[in-house]
């Protein structure tokens, strides 16, 4: 069956660098677009940055939120998928989520915690 899981959540001072993994399985990676969300306490899950499948290049794209900060990249080989976050701010804090939509579903992970603050 279709499977996201994130890793990499923890706690950051602000101005600091973090690097979240997703690995998937159970699907063609390569033909997928994949993406992150997060969900701060007391907010809406909100789309933060996706790549597209590799036919399409793996085009990037990103929230304003977060352009210029985050870098998100995939490997193909090993249907894996990594969020960059540089520059953290407290308001980045929140449970961040690897995502896939395929057959109609959305798929998701269980979350990973990113905390900054001081």
């Known amino acids: 069956q279709v499977q996201v899981a994130e890793s990499g959540g923890d706690l950051v001072q602000p101005g600091g660098s973090l690097r979240l993994s997703c690995a998937a399985s159970?699907?063609?990676?390569?033909?997928?677009?994949m993406s992150w969300y997060h969900q701060a306490p007391g907010t809406e899950r909100e789309w933060i940055a996706s790549?597209?499948?590799?036919?399409?290049?793996?085009?990037?794209n990103y929230a304003d939120s977060v352009r210029g900060r985050f870098t998100i990249s995939r490997d193909n080989n090993k249907s894996t998928v990594t969020l960059q976050m540089n520059s953290l701010k407290p308001e980045d804090t929140a449970v961040y989520y690897c995502?896939?939509?395929?057959?109609?579903?959305?798929?998701w992970g269980q979350g990973t915690h990113v905390t900054v603050s001081a």
């Open positions: 995502s896939t939509y395929l057959q109609n579903t959305r798929y």
């Open positions: 159970g699907f063609a990676f390569r033909v997928n677009a």
């Open positions: 790549t597209s499948n590799y036919y399409t290049g793996g085009t990037t």
